[in-house]
């Protein structure tokens, strides 16, 4: 039997006193994270509108939940260790316990606790929880950030070589399937025998994608003195409102209908032709400090014989090059109120603040009537379409 090895004193003294250590790690990491939750944001945004890559949504998702996950899991850290500060202050103000003057609850209420008791085993369990948290995040972390790199390797890449899209995502996402399945299960699949070596050879890569030796053997710790009904029941409650963070921060640019919200007719307020989106005009852009996602106009009110229509590059306008080798942007068609606006022209632009690369038109609406009109831009064969209304106000 192999002998366990001694625990070192400086080992022994740091596990008792890591919670200052912690508090440190959590609140840095709360910190951070806000400013990476933006930053990936940014990021995520300008991967939509610049690139088409097999995986991208669930490259942001998954991304996105990892940071979520971070800060569920520090936030809940920060407010076990409060808690367990909390207690120990309580214990030393009143060192002798619950005074035998209490009086007990009558039946069915069940007595949790006896004259002169303290809270010597209440601060002992939020000591240990504190620690579970802490791992806990730090865990889901990881195996997330695997699940993404397997995700690039069984699926995105390959779909990037292979024209027929769907033997490689049936494949794909069953490989994927059976590694978490096992990962959740700590391990079941790897106990079969003869089954195991079939299944090696992905598991042996997949180990090293998923970041999996790193954390194995203290998930087997866990695992072998924690309860399975914890250990699910906390992975579940940390991952799924991380989830549900990572939902409503990316509803609008996934178009997903609204968390919570059980408005039935919340599309279908007015005919669709009558429909504002605030991220047309450049001036409410600039208020939220958003960049452009599609073709915009300076204002939604006009005060000048001018339009000023941007519109940034966008990863979708590509496959207009693959039918005429005409210059991108002088392939698209501009009207208003339906009447084609003749000899268009396009100058290429980067937009000085967000870096967006694109093209500017100018057209010239000194002649049309005070009131509501309609800006259209789509290409001949109305691959792209984007209506713009707005109102001439002189």
């Given at each position: 039997m192999e002998k366990r090895p001694h625990l070192p004193e400086w080992l022994k003294n740091f596990q008792e006193n890591s919670?200052?250590?912690?508090?440190?790690?959590s609140g840095g990491a709360i910190f951070s994270l806000f400013q990476v939750s933006d930053f990936f944001l940014e990021f995520a945004f300008s991967l939509k509108i610049n690139s088409e890559f097999p995986g991208t949504d669930i490259f942001i998702i998954l991304g996105m939940t990892a940071i979520k996950i971070l800060t569920v899991g520090f936030f809940s850290h920060l407010f076990l260790r409060a808690l367990w500060v909390g207690m120990i202050c309580i214990n030393y103000v009143f060192p002798s316990g619950i005074s035998d003057k209490t009086k007990m609850y009558a039946k069915p209420f069940k007595n949790r606790f006896s004259s002169y008791n303290n809270l010597?085993?209440?601060i002992k369990k939020i000591d240990k929880a504190s620690g579970l948290v802490m791992f806990f995040s730090v865990l889901s972390f990881v195996i997330v950030i695997g699940l993404l790199m397997l995700t690039i390797t069984f699926i995105t890449i390959p779909l990037l070589f292979i024209s027929n899209s769907t033997p490689v995502l049936v494949i794909g996402q069953l490989l994927i399937f059976l590694y978490v399945f096992d990962l959740l299960f700590f391990g079941v699949l790897r106990k079969v025998p003869y089954l195991t070596y079939v299944i090696f050879p992905v598991f042996w890569i997949a180990d090293r994608l998923s970041f999996r030796l790193l954390y194995e053997k203290p998930l087997q710790l866990m695992s072998s003195n924690l309860k399975r009904k914890y250990a699910y029941s906390g992975f579940s409650l940390l991952l799924g409102i991380a989830i549900l963070l990572t939902y409503s921060t990316f509803d609008e640019l996934m178009h997903w209908p609204k968390f919570m919200d059980p408005r039935e007719n919340r599309n279908n307020l007015t005919f669709k032709s009558n429909h504002l989106h605030y991220g047309f005009y450049r001036d409410e852009l600039e208020k939220n400090n958003e960049k452009a996602r599609?073709?915009?106009?300076?204002?939604?009110?006009?005060?000048?014989?001018?339009?000023?229509?941007?519109?940034?590059?966008?990863?979708?306008?590509?496959?207009?090059?693959?039918?005429?080798t005409t210059?991108?942007?002088?392939?698209?068609?501009?009207?208003?109120?339906?009447?084609?606006?003749?000899?268009?022209?396009?100058?290429?632009?980067?937009?000085?603040q967000s870096k967006q690369l694109g093209a500017i038109a100018i057209i010239d609406i000194s002649d049309f009537e005070r009131g509501k009109h309609q800006l259209n831009i789509y290409d001949k064969d109305s691959l792209i379409l984007f209506t713009i209304p707005f109102w001439k106000d002189f």
């Open positions: 919670w200052e250590v912690e508090i440190l790690i010597y085993h209440e599609s073709p915009t106009i300076q204002s939604q009110f006009i005060h000048d014989g001018f339009l000023n229509v941007f519109t940034p590059y966008m990863k979708a306008f590509d496959v207009l090059s693959k039918k005429d210059p991108l942007f002088q392939q698209l068609i501009i009207d208003v109120n339906k009447s084609k606006i003749e000899n268009v022209v396009w100058y290429q632009y980067q937009h000085p």
